[in-house]
Structure formats: C-alpha cells, structure tokens
C-alpha cells in the first residue's frame, strides 16, 4: 500500500524526492509535514512557490511545475527504520523516466545513495541523468537534518531551473 501518491504528471521542471513519508507525513497523508521540516518555507524562500503552501496543499504543486514522489512508498518513519531495496530504486527510476522532468531533485542525501545505489553522493548537480532528467542532491530539509543544512544549495538548484531566488 502506498504511503502517499506521487505528485508525477508529465511536463514538470523539477520532482523533489524523499526517502520516504516520515511519521508525521504518513499520519498526516501529506508530504513534508513534520514541524520541524522547512520544505514548504524553503520552496518559498528560493522563489519556486509565490507563498509558503501548508504541507496538505502538496495537490497543488504541479500548478508551480513541481512534483513529488519518495524512494520508499511502502513505508513510513525515518531513514534509520527503513529497509531500501533495489526494487524501489529500479521503480523510483521508472516513475522518474515515464514523467520525464527537467530536474529530479532528492531531498537529502541518503535518498540519493539509495536511488543512485552510491555510498557517496555529493551535494549538488550530479554527473548522471535518467534519461533527459538532470539529478540534483539538496541537504534534507528534515528537523533531524538541522546540523547539514545549507540554503546555499537549495538556491543554487532554483538557478538550476531557472529561478533566481534573489542571491
């Protein structure tokens, strides 16, 4: 059973990527719902939302041209809880192909080592695509991710798609 749908129509300029639905995202049906997340006021701050969304208003993305999937859609909690399969990876690439985004942004670079099955990944435009889609790793926007984060990236990646976020 998926967690939450994927937010996939065609013609997108970037599709941000989590591991999975955290707790509160789960309970909530609706992405990036932790409190402590900053997904919904980081869109805003780069100048990809013209307001900051409530996390329930995720439907609304495509309407900006973002869209929204996870590696995992069948579970929930945080990445250490979670078991990563190449199964997920090979239909996370599938998803990604058949949409065919400008951009795949994972949100966090834990998403992107299992995606990407690397060990390391880097922040920032990576040196593969999937099919005509550009790959971007961003610092998580997570709460439990405070210590890595870096909105120097996240603008970088709204430069990306063609949005000067004001730096």
Same mark, same amino acid.
């Given at each position: 059973?998926?967690?939450?749908?994927?937010?996939?129509?065609?013609?997108? /300029?970037?599709?941000?990527?989590?591991?999975? !639905?955290?707790?509160?995202?789960?309970?909530?049906?609706a992405?990036?719902?932790?409190?402590?997340?900053?997904?919904?006021?980081?869109?805003?701050e780069?100048?990809?939302?013209?307001?900051?969304?409530? $996390?329930?208003?995720? $439907?609304?993305?495509?309407?900006?041209?973002?869209?929204?999937?996870?590696?995992?859609?069948?579970?929930?909690?945080?990445?250490?809880?979670?078991?990563?399969?190449?199964a997920?990876?090979?239909?996370? /690439?599938?998803?990604?192909?058949?949409?065919?985004?400008?951009?795949?942004?994972?949100?966090?670079?834990?998403?992107?080592?299992?995606?990407?099955?690397?060990?390391?990944?880097?922040?920032?435009?990576?040196?593969?695509?999937?099919?005509?889609? /550009?790959?971007?790793? !961003?610092?998580?926007?997570?709460?439990?991710?405070?210590?890595?984060?870096?909105?120097?990236?996240?603008?970088?990646?709204?430069?990306?798609?063609?949005?000067?976020?004001?730096?």
């Amino acid at each position: 059973m998926t967690i939450l749908p994927d937010v996939l129509p065609q013609g997108l /300029r970037l599709v941000f990527c989590g591991t999975a !639905a955290g707790t509160a995202s789960a309970a909530a049906s609706a992405y990036y719902a932790g409190p402590g997340n900053r997904f919904w006021k980081t869109l805003h701050e780069i100048g990809l939302t013209d307001r900051v969304l409530m $996390p329930s208003e995720y $439907p609304l993305l495509p309407s900006f041209g973002i869209g929204l999937t996870d590696v995992e859609k069948t579970q929930s909690g945080d990445d250490a809880s979670l078991r990563f399969t190449e199964a997920s990876a090979r239909a996370l /690439r599938e998803r990604i192909e058949r949409a065919a985004p400008a951009v795949l942004c994972f949100n966090g670079k834990k998403a992107a080592q299992v995606a990407l099955q690397r060990k390391r990944v880097s922040i920032g435009l990576q040196d593969t695509t999937w099919g005509g889609t /550009r790959i971007f790793v !961003a610092p998580s926007t997570s709460g439990l991710a405070t210590r890595w984060w870096r909105l120097e990236a996240w603008e970088e990646l709204a430069r990306e798609v063609g949005v000067d976020s004001g730096s």
